[in-house]
C-alpha cells in the first residue's frame, strides 16, 4: 500500500505538485494521466526520492519513505521508464541483474533470478542473457526494462511512459503482457502515461493531474462516468464515453443463456469488441465460448445499454 | 573513384596519383654522395647509385607499383605488392651506399635524397589508401603494425643500411640514441599520465558544476595557444624560483631548465583535449541511462564508476589518443631546454647543417606517433566494440 499525504514540490514560487494525497491498495494499478507539465512524473518520481518533496509524506506498506537513505529505499522500489534507459555496456542478463547485485544477492540466486525473469518475459534466457541491449528489437529492449525493474522482488513498480517508444501493435501486446504478469506476480504499480486509453485499460484506479492539481482520482468507470471537472470530461471526450465503458466490460459479464449462430465469441473479449464484431458480422447475437466451449450468448441491444451512462 | 578504363577495367584515380608520383621518383636523384658529412652532397641517379641490375630492380618494382596502383587487384595482393615493393626500396637504399662507398675513405657520407623519399611516400600512400578500403579490424591493424616494425627491424638489423649515413650518424651515439629514447617515451608518457590523472577528475568537475565549466576550458584553451617554445621560456623563471625558494623541491627534479619545464609544459598542453573530452564523454551518456541508475538505487560513486565513467570511456580514450601523438612530437622541442629527447639530435644536426642528425631524431620520432596512434586507435574502436554490436553478427 501506498499512501500520499498532502504531498506538494515547489521550485521557488513555482507548484509543480500542489498538495496531492491519494492511495494505492496493495496489488493495484494505479494510473497517473494528464498533460505534459501537469505534475504527473514529478509526483512518480518523488515516491522514489529522484525527487525529494517540499512538503507532505509518502508512506509505503506504512514506512515513511524519507526515513531511510534515498539509495536503499529506491532498490526496494522497481523503476522503469520511457526509452528503458538499458545500460549499453552490459548484456541484457547483466542489466536484469542490476538490482539484485546491488542488494548484494548470492551470484546463484542472481542468475536464476535472471532466467526467471527472462522466462517471464518470454525471452529464451540462453539466447538472450548474453546479449547486448543494441542486439534487440525495441519491443524486447522495454521487456528487458520492466524485468530489470522487477529483479529485486520490489513491492512497488513505478512506471514512467513505459510503453511511450513502441509502436501501437508492440504496444497493446506490452500492455497486455503487464497486466498477466502484474496479476501473477501482484506487484503494487503507480505508472504515468499521457494516455487516456492506456490508462483506462491498464489502471484499477485512475489519478488524473493538471496543472500539478490532482483533480479525480477513481475508477475507470467513473472516471467516465462521472468526470470530476470539464478537464476531466473533456480528456474522457463525450463523444468516446460510451465506447470506453464498453470497453471495460467483460463479455463473460453480459453472457446470458440461449444459443446463436455464428463465430463464438471469447468470454474475455471486451463488450466494445463484441459490439465491433456483431456490427461488422451484420448479427445481432452471437455464441460466447469459454476456452472453446460455447456457454451461451450475447445479444447487441444488451451490450448497446451497457454503453449507456449510469442511472 | 573509378571509372572505366579502355578495356572495360577500372582505372583507380587515386591509385593513377600515386603512379606518377612514383614515377617522378624514379627520375629524381636517389640518393647523394659527398666527402665528408658537412659538405653538400652530390646527387646520384638511379643507374649510379644502383649500378644498372639494382637500377633495374628499383624499376621493376616501381612498375609492380603503378600496375597495382592504376588497375587495383583484390586489396590484400595490391597490399602484399605495396610492402614487397616498399622493402626492395628500402633494402636497394642500403645497397646504393655499398656502390657508391668509396674504398679508401672512411669520411664520405652516403645519404638518403629526394628520389626515395618520393618513392618510399609513394609506396606507403598506396598502402594507406588500400588499408583504408581494407578496413581491417582492430587486432588485424595492430598486427600489421607488429609486422611492420618488425620487418623495419629485421632490415636495420641486417647491416644493410649500415653505409647509409644516418646509420653511421646513429653508431657515433647509440648509447645517446637509446637514452634520449628513452627520455623522449618517459616525457610524452609520463606528461599524458599526469594529464589524464589530473584532466579526467577535472572533467568531471566542469561536467558536475557549469559554472566551472566555461573558465576551466576557456583558461586550458589559452594555454594551447601559446607557442610551445614560449611556454618553455614562460616556465623557466617560475620553476627555477621553486627550485631556488621550496625546500625539496630541487631533489624531486624541478628546476629551470631540463625535463621538468618539458614535462609541465607538456601536461599544460595536454590537459584540454583530456578535460574536452572528459566532459563530451560524459554528456554523451544517454539521459535515460543515469536516470535507470539512479532509479535502481545506485550510489553517486557507484553511478560515476558503473554507468557514466565506463560510457564515457571510448571518448576519453580518443582524447587521450590526440595527447599522445601530440606530445610525442612536441617533445622534440623539449631539448632546446636541456629536457632531451629525440629532440637533441633534431638541433645538433641543424646545429651542424648535417640533414642525417637531423633525421636521426625525426624519424624515430614520427615512428613512434604512427605506433601510438595506431595502437590507441585501436583500442578506441574495441571499447566501443562490444556496445554497439549490432544484431546482424549473432544469430
Given at each position: 500500500m501506498i499512501e500520499i499525504e498532502q504531498l506538494t514540490k515547489s521550485y521557488g514560487p513555482n507548484h509543480v505538485v500542489k498538495d496531492v494525497s491519494l492511495k494505492v491498495p496493495t496489488g493495484e494499478i494505479a494510473a497517473i494521466v494528464g498533460t505534459s507539465g501537469s505534475g504527473k512524473t514529478t509526483l512518480l518520481r518523488m515516491i522514489n526520492r529522484l525527487v525529494e518533496p517540499s512538503a507532505g509524506t509518502i508512506r509505503i506498506d506504512g514506512e515513511d519513505t524519507s526515513s531511510q537513505e534515498a539509495h536503499a529505499l529506491r532498490r526496494r522500489i522497481g523503476y522503469a521508464i520511457q526509452g528503458h534507459g538499458l545500460f549499453p555496456h552490459r548484456t541484457v542478463g547483466q542489466n536484469i541483474a542490476t538490482v539484485p547485485e546491488l542488494l548484494g544477492w548470492e551470484k546463484a540466486r542472481v542468475n536464476a533470478r535472471v532466467d526467471e525473469l527472462l522466462d517471464l518475459f518470454q525471452l529464451d534466457p540462453d539466447a538472450y542473457r548474453d546479449r547486448m541491449p543494441s542486439e534487440l528489437s525495441g519491443g524486447q529492449q522495454q521487456r528487458v526494462g520492466v524485468a530489470r525493474a522487477l529483479a529485486g522482488e520490489p513491492g512497488v513498480l513505478l512506471m514512467d511512459e513505459p510503453f511511450g517508444a513502441l509502436d501501437p501493435v508492440i504496444r497493446q501486446k506490452a500492455q497486455e503482457d503487464l497486466r498477466a504478469i502484474q496479476r501473477r506476480i501482484g506487484t503494487t504499480i503507480v505508472m504515468v502515461t499521457h494516455d487516456i486509453d492506456e490508462a483506462i485499460s491498464l489502471g484499477d484506479r485512475v489519478a488524473v493531474m493538471d496543472d500539478g492539481c490532482l483533480l479525480q482520482y477513481a475508477p475507470p468507470a467513473e472516471i467516465i462516468a462521472r468526470p470530476a471537472t470539464e478537464f476531466v470530461g473533456a480528456l474522457v471526450g463525450a463523444g468516446e464515453r460510451p465506447y470506453r465503458m464498453l470497453s471495460l466490460i467483460p463479455v463473460g459479464d453480459v453472457t446470458e443463456d440461449g444459443s446463436a449462430e455464428g463465430k463464438a465469441i471469447s468470454d474475455e473479449a471486451t463488450a466494445r469488441d463484441a459490439v465491433a464484431e456483431l456490427l461488422w458480422s451484420r448479427r445481432s447475437s452471437a455464441p460466447v465460448a469459454r476456452r472453446g466451449e460455447v456457454i451461451g450468448r450475447v445479444r447487441l441491444d444488451a451490450l448497446l445499454e451497457m454503453g449507456a451512462a449510469p442511472a | 573513384?573509378?571509372?572505366?578504363?579502355?578495356?572495360?577495367?577500372?582505372?583507380?584515380?587515386?591509385?593513377?596519383?600515386?603512379?606518377?608520383?612514383?614515377?617522378?621518383?624514379?627520375?629524381?636523384?636517389?640518393?647523394?654522395?659527398?666527402?665528408?658529412?658537412?659538405?653538400?652532397?652530390?646527387?646520384?641517379?638511379?643507374?649510379?647509385?644502383?649500378?644498372?641490375?639494382?637500377?633495374?630492380?628499383?624499376?621493376?618494382?616501381?612498375?609492380?607499383?603503378?600496375?597495382?596502383?592504376?588497375?587495383?587487384?583484390?586489396?590484400?595482393?595490391?597490399?602484399?605488392?605495396?610492402?614487397?615493393?616498399?622493402?626492395?626500396?628500402?633494402?636497394?637504399?642500403?645497397?646504393?651506399?655499398?656502390?657508391?662507398?668509396?674504398?679508401?675513405?672512411?669520411?664520405?657520407?652516403?645519404?638518403?635524397?629526394?628520389?626515395?623519399?618520393?618513392?618510399?611516400?609513394?609506396?606507403?600512400?598506396?598502402?594507406?589508401?588500400?588499408?583504408?578500403?581494407?578496413?581491417?579490424?582492430?587486432?588485424?591493424?595492430?598486427?600489421?603494425?607488429?609486422?611492420?616494425?618488425?620487418?623495419?627491424?629485421?632490415?636495420?638489423?641486417?647491416?644493410?643500411?649500415?653505409?647509409?649515413?644516418?646509420?653511421?650518424?646513429?653508431?657515433?651515439?647509440?648509447?645517446?640514441?637509446?637514452?634520449?629514447?628513452?627520455?623522449?617515451?618517459?616525457?610524452?608518457?609520463?606528461?599524458?599520465?599526469?594529464?589524464?590523472?589530473?584532466?579526467?577528475?577535472?572533467?568531471?568537475?566542469?561536467?558536475?558544476?557549469?559554472?566551472?565549466?566555461?573558465?576551466?576550458?576557456?583558461?586550458?584553451?589559452?594555454?594551447?595557444?601559446?607557442?610551445?617554445?614560449?611556454?618553455?621560456?614562460?616556465?623557466?623563471?617560475?620553476?627555477?624560483?621553486?627550485?631556488?625558494?621550496?625546500?625539496?623541491?630541487?631533489?624531486?627534479?624541478?628546476?629551470?631548465?631540463?625535463?621538468?619545464?618539458?614535462?609541465?609544459?607538456?601536461?599544460?598542453?595536454?590537459?584540454?583535449?583530456?578535460?574536452?573530452?572528459?566532459?563530451?564523454?560524459?554528456?554523451?551518456?544517454?539521459?535515460?541511462?543515469?536516470?535507470?541508475?539512479?532509479?535502481?538505487?545506485?550510489?553517486?560513486?557507484?553511478?560515476?564508476?558503473?554507468?557514466?565513467?565506463?560510457?564515457?570511456?571510448?571518448?576519453?580514450?580518443?582524447?587521450?589518443?590526440?595527447?599522445?601523438?601530440?606530445?610525442?612530437?612536441?617533445?622534440?622541442?623539449?631539448?632546446?631546454?636541456?629536457?632531451?629527447?629525440?629532440g637533441v639530435f633534431?638541433?645538433?644536426?641543424?646545429?651542424?647543417?648535417?640533414?642525417?642528425?637531423?633525421?636521426?631524431?625525426?624519424?624515430?620520432?614520427?615512428?613512434?606517433?604512427?605506433?601510438?596512434a595506431i595502437v590507441l586507435d585501436a583500442c578506441v574502436d574495441w571499447s566501443e566494440g562490444r556496445k554497439n554490436r549490432g544484431s546482424g553478427d549473432r544469430n
Open positions: - | 573513384m573509378r571509372s572505366a578504363g579502355r578495356f572495360g577495367q577500372p582505372i583507380d584515380r587515386m591509385g593513377s596519383v600515386i603512379a606518377v608520383i612514383a614515377v617522378l621518383g624514379l627520375c629524381l636523384p636517389f640518393t647523394s654522395f659527398s666527402p665528408n658529412r658537412i659538405l653538400l652532397g652530390e646527387p646520384r641517379w638511379i643507374f649510379s647509385a644502383l649500378g644498372a641490375p639494382g637500377a633495374l630492380i628499383l624499376i621493376a618494382a616501381v612498375l609492380a607499383l603503378i600496375v597495382v596502383a592504376v588497375r587495383p587487384p583484390a586489396l590484400w595482393l595490391r597490399l602484399g605488392i605495396c610492402g614487397a615493393v616498399l622493402v626492395v626500396v628500402l633494402l636497394l637504399a642500403g645497397r646504393s651506399a655499398g656502390v657508391l662507398m668509396p674504398a679508401e675513405s672512411s669520411f664520405a657520407r652516403i645519404s638518403l635524397a629526394s628520389g626515395f623519399w618520393v618513392l618510399l611516400a609513394s609506396g606507403l600512400l598506396l598502402s594507406a589508401d588500400t588499408l583504408s578500403r581494407l578496413k581491417p579490424p582492430p587486432g588485424l591493424r595492430v598486427g600489421l603494425l607488429v609486422l611492420t616494425g618488425a620487418g623495419l627491424w629485421a632490415i636495420l638489423g641486417s647491416g644493410a643500411w649500415d653505409h647509409l649515413s644516418i646509420l653511421k650518424e646513429y653508431e657515433a651515439r647509440a648509447s645517446a640514441f637509446w637514452r634520449e629514447a628513452q627520455q623522449h617515451v618517459a616525457l610524452a608518457f609520463g606528461s599524458l599520465g599526469l594529464a589524464t590523472l589530473a584532466g579526467v577528475p577535472l572533467g568531471l568537475v566542469c561536467y558536475r558544476h557549469a559554472r566551472l565549466s566555461a573558465p576551466i576550458l576557456n583558461t586550458l584553451t589559452i594555454v594551447q595557444t601559446i607557442p610551445s617554445i614560449a611556454l618553455f621560456g614562460l616556465l623557466m623563471v617560475p620553476l627555477a624560483w621553486i627550485a631556488a625558494n621550496i625546500p625539496g623541491a630541487r631533489a624531486i627534479g624541478v628546476a629551470g631548465i631540463g625535463s621538468a619545464p618539458a614535462l609541465v609544459a607538456l601536461f599544460a598542453y595536454s590537459l584540454l583535449p583530456v578535460v574536452s573530452n572528459t566532459v563530451a564523454g560524459l554528456a554523451a551518456v544517454p539521459a535515460s541511462v543515469r536516470d535507470a541508475a539512479a532509479g535502481m538505487g545506485m550510489t553517486e560513486r557507484q553511478r560515476l564508476l558503473r554507468v557514466d565513467l565506463p560510457l564515457a570511456f571510448p571518448v576519453i580514450l580518443t582524447g587521450i589518443r590526440i595527447v599522445l601523438v601530440q606530445n610525442i612530437g612536441l617533445a622534440t622541442i623539449a631539448a632546446l631546454i636541456g629536457g632531451g629527447g629525440f633534431v638541433f645538433q644536426g641543424m646545429g651542424q647543417t648535417a640533414t642525417d642528425l637531423i633525421l636521426l631524431g625525426a624519424l624515430p620520432t614520427v615512428l613512434l606517433a604512427f605506433a601510438a
